[in-house]
């Protein structure tokens, strides 16, 4: 656990089916474009499509294992990885940790 290479980045991604409800919406663009951006007008059906803010979380290790995974929710996303470089800290440093309460989360000193 403690070689696990761990990063969570976020990405943006314009989604062509119906978006994830735990998604956030970062913008909007048209199914076709012009060179500047606006909205192609010699497509009748011309659809706005939403450009969402997605979670990007990669997995690694001296091993050769590479694993990317992409997540609706980028905050949870790297809410994640923060969580998993903790434990790797509190595993790195063989001691106990305690929760906010005072009890202990790992017990390792006895």
């Not at 010699?42 to 995974?69: D, K, T, W």
């Not at 996303?77 to 063989?94: C, H, N």
Request: with cysteine; glycine share 8%.
């Amino acid at each position: 656990m403690t070689e696990l290479g761990i990063a969570s980045t976020a990405t943006s991604f314009t989604e062509t089916e119906v978006p994830p409800r735990d998604s956030r919406m970062i913008g909007t663009t048209w199914a076709q474009v012009n060179k500047n951006g606006s909205r192609d007008r010699r497509f009748a059906h011309n659809r706005e499509l939403p450009i969402m803010r997605y979670g990007c979380l990669n997995l690694s290790s001296v091993g050769g294992m590479n694993q990317a995974s992409m997540f609706s929710n980028a905050e949870a996303s790297a809410d994640f990885a923060r969580a998993v470089g903790e434990l790797k800290r509190i595993l790195a440093s063989g001691r106990s940790s305690r929760r906010l309460d005072g009890r202990p989360l790992l017990d390792r000193d006895e």
